[in-house]
């Protein structure tokens, strides 16, 4: 079971692998704001600190984002897009 490790909180979750990252946020066990849930505002923004691999690649909606407002790291998603495939840390 993937493990997602939020930095800031210093939180550790157990989750099922394909956990989207919206539910949790929208169920408050994630400090994370959702606000669009289709990767067009950039509210849900995160920085993964270690092992990129464990979110899921990044979805039409999340790569034409970027592409209209460029990344400050390579490390930033958007939280809506993302489902957990393997242990991550997330900031
Ligand atoms: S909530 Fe708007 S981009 Fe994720």
């Known amino acids: 079971m993937p493990q997602l490790r939020i930095a800031t909180t210093n939180q550790c979750l157990d989750l099922p692998r394909g956990q989207r990252l919206v539910e949790l946020c929208e169920d408050d066990q994630l ?6 849930r289709a ?3 950039g509210a849900c923004k995160i920085e993964v600190l270690e092992n990129p691999d464990g ?4 979805s039409e909606a999340e790569k034409a984002f970027f592409n209209k407002y460029p990344k400050n790291s390579v490390a930033t998603r958007l939280a809506c ?3 957990v495939l393997g242990d991550v840390t997330i900031k």
């Not at 979110?55 to 990044?58: E, G, M």
């Open 81 to 83: 897009q993302c489902r």
């Open 55 to 58: 979110l899921s690649s990044p």
């Open 31 to 36: 400090p994370i704001r959702v606000v669009c």
């Open 39 to 41: 990767g067009a505002c």
